[in-house]
């Protein structure tokens, strides 16, 4: 069903007249490029402006931009946007403010990639902290800056500004605004010959009109400091090729334009797309192993794409030329080697007598003569192959090319792809075989299937009804005949502290549906636990609501406290000390927050505790009766949640069970998986943290937190080193802080403090002495951590 703007009365009622009539011609669109959620956050982040009281113009400038935002480069970036604005509201004025909102489209069409468009507001942050005075000037010239210069580009001519005229706020404002001769000197230096973003619509429709399907193309920036840019590469299906590219000379002096570059690069990496893939065997190879086969692989597919489009050998041929320019020791180095190797796998004119090169073209003649029919068999006749390049090339003294020391190819990718595992191929890689197709039917073409009574659970297709069916006496055939479902198994890798190594595919998860209990469990006891309900209700009515706040006794506000002016007045009559802070500001509260509790069900949540008047209570149903306090007050605050729990049999079984999805109703159904929880097996807290992180990923909230609920260390039955799932958990929580997920432990083990603190962090933990007070104290640290 479509989403009416009608449907937001009390938003329209708060924007006003302006607002609601250009939200309702703007609606259309953004009902066609905002999700549900989006939408919805869309217009709150205006409401969020519109309380900051600036004008109703910055209000107008971010409803008509974020739409445009959202079809340039995606919906996040929008909320990237309005972080940002809200970051920018007390260092600036509304001005700039709607300046910064106006050009935002802008700024994301011609940057074309949400990871530059963050690095493009992170500029504004460091212009902010540094040279304020430059931001509204730059931002009324950002059209014409990035027209000429890329995002490294920018932030290097930016930097040169705000070195030369840091305290010069007048000589601020000419450079930014391009007035001084200055800043049109730096401009003219740090510009570029062709960008991507003019250019991509092209490149895409070239290698569509090469091989027949369509292609993904991405620009990506690393000249931040430099002007060289990262390689071309493949990552997940998408080619990610330099922002820009300048005209060049070859070394026998012929000009080729940044249009062929890009166009050699472009056609480089659709023909790995096309015709190279992932096999295990070339991601164990050592490094120096992978050096050749990269250049084998390389030299393969240009190989067979030349067969199909000749043209592209001229192409490749011109920008192959080995460089003149390099120094004696630069010529014996490995990588003036590996392209001599190159160029002599490509013409077959060329003329090299150095030994590597020789056994280079001898190891592809054998390759191309064994002509084998796929990527896997061909795989199979290059490893020798490699292995013994690589012997050669240790006998010879080579030493491997350090990070970033590359040859003169330019248009040729980093080979990643030949070692990364796509994601949709996981799943089969791990499965051993082809994925099974999952086909929904309806009734009838259900019940008029010819059943494959010899089928197990490796059938290639299995057809799925979206609805229950039922026999005559009125159960469901899923409860008579039925399995419980297991998920497509997910892999995740494990540190291994020995060896500072990360183990890749180590760890094997599945999600599995949970069993089914009594929901009245859980009513029974929250109505036994009524007085601590209250109390709840109390500390979640004064969590602090979303809106403006005005935070009063402020030395440097945003406005005048009349009160504290007039007191300040009179103490100087009467001849005693003021109070300076006379000041108030306005700031936007936002509980902008999703939580993942994670629950620890291994085998020792099942110990019985000495702790309450009606006998002995277990660990798990005080872990059960704080997940349900917990629910019921996040719930009434209305913070995004999941509630999960974990436990493992090894590294190849790790069981995840999801009692309450981010997007789920918290109902009876949720309550009857919490009342059937049961505790087995052990902990492999890593993994179940890793795929944790996997799911917050996926929610757009801008704050993401884990609480982790366990009773001891973590553990497994196939790892007898105490640290080593230690170290792995304490690597776990370290990438999901890198991405922005803070992880929080509440541990019930008295003797945690040994190692906990190393793991989590010194304030990132709390262990509990008293374990029977874990229902009421787990939703009050949440409520303390999220004010």
Not at 515 to 541: C, N, S
Not at 627 to 642: H, T, V
Not at 744 to 749: G, N, R, V
Request: with cysteine; aromatic share 8%; proline share 5%.
């Amino acid at each position: 069903m479509a989403i009416q703007l009608t449907d937001y009365p009390e938003i329209l009622e708060a924007l006003g007249d302006n607002a609601t009539e250009l939200l309702s011609s703007q609606w259309h669109e953004a009902a066609r490029i905002f999700s549900r959620g989006g939408l919805e956050a869309y217009l709150q982040g205006a409401v969020s402006l519109q309380a900051l009281g600036r004008g109703s113009d910055l209000v107008l400038a971010y409803i008509e931009s974020a739409p445009q935002v959202a079809r340039e480069i995606g919906e996040p970036a929008v909320f990237e946007m309005l972080s940002a604005a809200i970051r920018m509201f007390s260092k600036t004025s509304a001005e700039v403010l709607t300046l910064f909102f106006s050009t935002a489209p802008i700024v994301a069409r011609r940057l074309g990639e949400i990871e530059l468009f963050r690095g493009y507001l992170l500029l504004l942050d460091q212009l902010l902290a540094q040279a304020p005075r430059g931001v509204r000037p730059m931002l009324g010239k950002i059209e014409a800056l990035l027209e000429q210069m890329t995002l490294g580009g920018l932030r290097r001519w930016a930097a040169w500004g705000i070195s030369a005229y840091r305290n010069d706020f007048a000589a601020q404002a000419e450079y930014f605004g391009l007035q001084s001769e200055q800043a049109r000197a730096v401009l003219q230096q740090e510009r570029r010959g062709l960008l991507f973003i003019d250019v991509q619509r092209r490149l895409i429709m070239y290698l569509r009109a090469l091989w027949g399907r369509d292609f993904f193309l991405r620009p990506t920036s690393g000249d931040f400091e430099t002007r060289q840019g990262y390689r071309p590469y493949i990552e997940q299906y998408f080619i990610h090729v330099p922002d820009a590219y300048d005209d060049m000379e070859n070394a026998q002096g012929q000009k080729i334009t940044a249009l062929e570059l890009f166009r050699a690069a472009a056609a480089h990496a659709a023909a790995h797309v096309v015709l190279s893939q992932y096999d295990l065997r070339l991601e164990l190879a050592p490094a120096e192993q992978k050096l050749w086969i990269g250049l084998l692989e390389d030299a393969w597919v240009e190989r067979e794409a030349i067969a199909r489009f000749p043209g592209l050998l001229p192409l490749w041929q011109r920008l192959m030329q080995v460089p003149a320019t390099r120094t004696q020791e630069q010529t014996a180095a490995l990588p003036a080697i590996l392209d001599r190797c190159a160029l002599a796998l490509l013409d077959a004119d060329y003329r090299d007598e150095h030994p590597l090169v020789t056994q280079a073209r001898k190891s592809f003649a054998a390759l191309v003569s064994a002509a084998p029919g796929d990527a896997s068999a061909r795989y199979t006749e290059m490893l020798p192959l490699a292995e013994a390049l690589a012997a050669a090339t240790a006998k010879a003294g080579l030493e491997l090319p350090g990070y970033g020391d590359v040859g003169a190819i330019l248009y040729r990718d980093d080979n990643r792809y030949l070692w990364t595992v796509p994601e949709s191929q996981l799943g089969d890689i791990l499965a051993g075989g082809p994925p099974q197709v999952r086909k929904y039917v309806s009734l009838m073409e259900m019940i008029n299937a010819v059943d494959v009574e010899t089928a197990g659970d490796d059938a290639q297709e299995i057809w799925v009804l979206a609805t229950e069916f039922y026999d005559d006496d009125g159960k469901t055939f899923n409860e008579r005949e039925g399995k419980v479902p297991v998920s497509q198994p997910m892999s995740y890798p494990e540190w291994d502290y020995q060896t500072q190594l990360e183990r890749p595919l180590w760890v094997t998860l599945y999600e599995k549906r949970p069993k089914m209990g009594d929901p009245e469990v859980i009513d029974a006891f929250l109505q036994a636990q009524k007085p601590l309900v209250q109390r709840l209700k109390k500390l979640i009515e004064a969590v602090q609501p979303q809106g403006v706040i005005r935070q009063r006794k402020v030395e440097d506000g945003d406005e005048i406290d009349i009160n504290a002016a007039v007191l300040a007045f009179t103490d100087i009559r009467m001849g005693q000390q003021p109070d300076p802070r006379i000041g108030i500001r306005t700031r936007l509260h936002l509980r902008d927050l999703s939580v993942l509790l994670l629950i620890d069900l291994s085998e020792s949540t099942n110990d019985r505790l000495r702790s309450r008047s009606e006998g002995d209570v277990t660990v798990l149903q005080l872990a059960r009766e704080a997940a349900a306090l917990l629910a019921e007050a996040l719930e009434r605050i209305g913070d995004p949640f999941m509630l999960c729990g974990f436990d493992s049999n090894g590294r190849h079984d790790v069981e995840f069970y999801i009692f309450k999805d981010f997007q789920a109703e918290y109902d009876d159904k949720v309550k009857g998986r919490l009342a059937g929880m049961t505790g087995q097996l052990s902990t492999r807290m890593g993994a179940a943290l890793r795929h944790a992180g996997h799911l917050l990923d996926q929610q757009p909230s801008q704050k993401k937190l884990v609480l982790l609920l366990t009773d001891g260390e973590p553990a497994d039955n196939d790892v007898r080193d105490p640290q080593y799932l230690r170290f792995d958990t304490k690597k776990a929580v370290e990438e999901l802080g890198r991405r922005g997920i803070r992880t929080f432990c509440l541990s019930l083990d008295p003797y945690a403090d040994e190692y906990v603190s190393r793991i989590f962090g010194a304030r990132n933990y709390l262990v509990l002495d008293h374990v029977d007070r874990l229902p009421e104290r787990l939703p009050q640290l949440y409520l303390a951590m999220t004010k």
